[in-house]
T-cell receptor, first 110, second 115 residues
């Protein structure tokens, strides 16, 4: 079963705007990860946030985690055309297995 | 640079054929995974392996088997392909320890069409 659920399913914004994607999960976690998938390709790891962390930054990416609400958000600032992709959250299921959500499809319009 | 390769990007097979999907990683990772990805369903874990000759069922193992004879290679086998196995197949690997051990590294995927 899929634990992570992303919201929205699709997002279309203008280049330069910020994009925010949300992920909710059901059970307790050790960490939550975000991955990006360009069309028809494999997934690429973006960032990992641990259960004892509330916020993490990496370049133009900002991830927050609220364990009381069982939710996370991924913010991409100053979006570029190259950010067009699908974004997935993944929660650890223990034993190094990940459970992926269905993803948010992000389109950046020039 | 981390590298996971899959033997084919696109594959067309007929119902009933035996299909082999190969995955090779060059990072000396202990763990390897096979997922399938379908629209609206996200990624679902088929099988995984923690070590050579070890395998564990994932969430949807029915109709599949795997083989891991060498640490760097993890094969997914469709014993008798069916049309409902038409999908994108993704292989991934990860380390068991060290910095960033929780991260999975993915191959480019194999898009399989079963006719």
């Amino acid at each position: 079963s899929q634990q992570g659920e992303e919201d929205p399913q699709a997002l279309s914004i203008q280049e330069g705007e910020n994009a925010t994607m949300n992920c909710s999960y059901k059970t307790s976690i050790n960490n939550l990860q975000w991955y990006r998938q360009n069309s028809g390709r494999g997934l690429v790891h973006l960032i990992l946030i641990r259960s004892n962390e509330r916020e993490k930054h990496s370049g133009r990416l900002r991830v927050t985690l609220d364990t009381s609400k069982k939710s996370s958000s991924l913010l991409i600032t100053a979006s570029r055309a190259a950010d067009t992709a699908s974004y997935f959250c993944a929660t650890d299921k223990g034993a190094q297995k990940l459970v992926f959500g269905q993803g948010t499809r992000l389109t950046i319009n020039p | 640079d981390v590298k996971v390769t899959q033997s084919s990007r696109y594959l067309v097979k007929r119902t009933g054929e035996k299909v082999f999907l190969e995955c090779v990683q060059d990072m000396d990772h202990e763990n390897m995974f096979w997922y399938r990805q379908d629209p609206g369903l996200g990624l679902r874990l088929i099988y995984f392996s923690y070590d050579v000759k070890m395998k564990e069922k994932g969430d949807i193992p029915e109709g599949y088997s795997v083989s891991r004879e060498k640490k760097e290679r993890f094969s997914l086998i469709l014993e008798s392909a069916s049309t409902n196995q038409t999908s994108m197949y993704l292989c991934a690997s990860s380390s068991s320890s060290g910095a960033g051990w929780e991260t999975q590294y993915f191959g480019p995927g194999t898009r399989l069409l079963v006719l």
